[in-house]
Nanobody, 122 residues
Framework: QVQLVESGGGLVQPGGSLRLSCAAS????????MGWYRQAPGKERELVAS???????NYSDSMKGRFTISRDNAKNTVYLQMNSLKPDDTAVYYC????????????????WGQGTQVTVSS
């Protein structure tokens, strides 16, 4: 059993900052890519940012320069630092990871967190 637990969401004023965390736990042999997605009401889930196990990052164009993804491989944790937040950033933010659960299993499972609400409003 593997799970991802997000934390750090909440209510913030426009222009403010939040830092999201997502910790993986359970039967983990290795983790490949980790990432953050978001889903606003009435919209499809979209990629925010992703990071490989060796630290290569990818960002959605609308988040470049405002958001920073990082990870701590020793803690199986990925972070999302969000600055200069706008009302359009309001959404449920989901953590995603590709997890290999055993040395004798070659495939990676795609695991999702339960989501954390981020609301940007004055």
């Amino acid at each position: 059993q593997v799970q991802l637990v997000e934390s750090g969401g909440g209510l913030v004023q426009p222009g403010g900052s939040l830092r999201l965390s997502c910790a993986a736990s359970g039967s983990i042999f290795s983790i490949n890519a980790m990432g953050w997605y978001r889903q606003a009401p009435g919209k499809e889930r979209e990629l925010v940012a992703s990071i490989t196990s060796d630290g290569r990052t990818n960002y959605s164009d609308s988040m470049k320069g405002r958001f920073t993804i990082s990870r701590d491989n020793a803690k199986n944790t990925v972070y999302l630092q969000m600055n200069s937040l706008k009302p359009d950033d309001t959404a449920v933010y989901y953590c995603n990871a590709e997890i290999r659960t055993s040395s004798w299993l070659s495939r990676y499972l795609e695991v999702w967190g339960q989501g954390t609400q981020v609301t940007v409003s004055s």
